[in-house]
């Protein structure tokens, strides 16, 4: 018998079902010559939103000087640029040697993730979630435990079931503000529910802001560092992917703040982790600092008459239309994530609604339970394309939930 090369055990109870059997369908389906709507991530760029010019330029103009690697935190401009940002929105404690920049948000967490736990250790993660939290967290050798976000109070994190959650294993909290996939942008009290217990226990936060300049209705974001202060260790994670629409640049960053005298061995494992990865793309580090100084083109899309505005009143009041689904407004972000009637619709499995939906009518949703979330009822809709995609698109949605009963 030949020997199987398999995987690590580690990857055993990793899971990340955004990209799991329900896209491998769709992609089976794309093979065969069918047109899938895909609506299961949130990749701009394939919806017409361009990166504004000067992004582009910067980063052309620069790519002669980006052959090399560059610090392992990334090239002093770009983390000045960060820095003065965040002092701009109020946070003043931020040391440029304290912002490491990496290939998007997502190699930050997974690497300051892996530079935090150890087997056994606790980070509290929200339900629903962005699920990389969840799988890097168990990754790194953590456990992740959720805490309940209640759409019932606007998707608002629960504190009293945080607070009820923290064990004497507990490193630290995450927090994703504004909030994928619900679409919600937590209050200042919440926030400050978050940072007291933190405070309280000692934890570490985890603030992954990566849509923080994506709000709708005057809605107000608060950036967590600004109310941790000296009291809280607070990572803050964000990038070009989202606001910028250069998700493909691979650029992004985390900014620590707070007590770094008592983190010194944490803070040295993260630059261990950072110089073990040799440096994040050189050529899209180039593109922040005029990314962050330059015009707000997002604000354009986001204020009404603008396209995201436009295509999110769209879809949130055609879903509430639609017999048996309820939806809860977004306040920011990309996506909804819909409740369906699951005694109407006879649901029992939601990655089985998922594919039901994609064989019948060719549209790529993500199923809740791939975002932590433990009742089969949910799903996430992203409302990216424009809004003579999105009509027709939620017009199919409604003509399957029309005739739909799962076949158990
Ligand atoms: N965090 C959240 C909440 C996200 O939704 C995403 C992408 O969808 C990421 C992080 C990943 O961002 P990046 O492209 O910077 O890796």
């Not at 990865?277 to 330059?294: D, E, F, S, Y």
């Not at 994609?358 to 409302?383: C, M, W, Y």
Request: proline content about 5%; some cysteine.
């Amino acid at each position: 018998m030949p020997k199987k090369v398999t995987q690590s055990e580690k990857l055993s109870n990793v899971r990340y079902d955004v990209r799991g059997p329900v896209l491998e369908q769709a992609e089976k389906m794309e093979d065969a010559g069918h047109r899938i709507l895909r609506l299961n991530i949130g990749n701009p760029a394939p919806f017409g939103f361009e990166a504004p010019d000067a992004v582009l330029v910067d980063m052309i103009k620069n790519l002669p000087y980006a052959q090399g690697y560059s610090d392992s935190r990334g090239i002093f401009s770009a983390r000045t640029a960060v820095v003065q940002y965040y002092q701009t929105k109020g946070v003043r404690n931020l040391d440029v040697d304290d912002v490491f920049l990496g290939n998007g948000v997502s190699e930050m967490i997974t690497l300051t993730l892996q530079a935090l736990c150890d087997p056994g250790d606790e980070i509290l993660v929200p339900s629903p979630d962005y699920p990389l939290w969840t799988g890097a967290t168990t990754l790194s050798g953590g456990t992740a435990v959720h805490y309940n976000c209640v759409e019932e109070d606007g998707w608002n994190p629960d504190l009293e079931d945080i607070r009820s959650k923290v064990t004497d294993r507990t490193r630290g909290i995450v927090v994703i503000n504004p909030n994928n996939p619900t679409g919600a942008v937590y209050s200042r009290e919440t926030l400050q529910g978050i940072v007291d217990i933190a405070k309280e226990h000692e934890l570490v936060l985890f603030s992954d802001e990566i849509y923080e300049k994506i709000t709708y209705d005057d809605a107000e974001m608060i950036n967590l560092a600004t109310l941790t202060g000296e009291d809280v260790l607070c990572l803050t994670f964000s990038g070009l992917s989202k606001a910028y629409r250069v998700a493909g640049y691979r650029a992004g960053w985390v900014a620590i703040t707070g007590p770094s005298w008592k983190a010194e061995s944490y803070l040295e494992g993260i630059k261990l982790l950072a110089n073990m990865r040799m440096c994040a793309n050189v050529p899209a580090q180039h593109a922040i600092q005029t990314a962050l100084g330059g015009y707000q083109s997002i604000n354009d899309l986001i204020l009404p008459g603008g396209r995201l505005k436009a295509q999110r009143d769209l879809a949130y009041e055609r879903l509430n239309q639609i017999d048996g689904v309820t939806c809860e407004p977004a306040v920011g972000a990309l996506y909804l994530f819909p409740k369906l009637d699951v005694e109407k619709f006879n649901i029992t499995d939601d990655e089985r609604f998922a594919l039901d939906l994609l064989k019948e009518q060719k549209i790529l949703v993500s199923h809740g339970s791939a975002f932590n979330f433990d009742t089969p009822d949910h799903f996430r809709l992203v409302f990216l394309p424009s809004v003579e995609q999105l009509e027709p698109a939620l017009d199919r949605i409604e003509e399957f939930l029309g005739g739909y009963k799962q076949v158990q």
